[in-house]
């Protein structure tokens, strides 16, 4: 079983930050790519970032690439996606997924406000 738990969302103002996480459990990940998802209301799921689990290797959506940054902690099994300069259109439940999308978390609610 494979687990994602995803933390950090929360409510914050226009121009803030936030910084998520997302730990992984239950099965080595050393050969996975990592990735950040987001789901606006009403809105299709839209891919944010994404990192290789050995050797760093990032994507980032251009819609984000300038204030987002994902990145990793091998030695503990966490992925993070840090959001600067957050903008009321990221408003969206964050998912981290594993393995192309094999694996999904639960999500995190990311509200920013005006």
């Known amino acids: 079983q494979v687990q994602l738990v995803e933390s950090g969302g929360g409510l914050v103002q226009a121009g803030g930050s936030l910084k998520l996480s997302c730990v992984a459990s239950?099965?080595?990940?050393?050969?996975?790519?990592m990735g950040w998802f987001r789901q606006a209301p009403g809105k299709d799921r839209e891919f944010v970032a994404a990192?290789?689990?050995?050797?760093?290797?990032?994507s980032t959506a251009d819609s984000v690439k300038d204030r987002f940054a994902i990145s990793r902690d091998n030695a503990k099994n966490t992925v993070y996606l840090q959001m600067n300069h957050l903008k009321p259109e990221d408003t969206a439940v964050y998912y981290c997924?594993?393995?192309?999308?094999?694996?999904w978390g639960k999500g995190t609610l990311v509200t920013v406000s005006s």
């Open positions: 990192i290789r689990w050995s050797g760093g290797g990032t």
């Open positions: 997924s594993a393995g192309g999308g094999t694996y």
């Open positions: 239950g099965r080595t990940f050393s050969s996975y790519r």
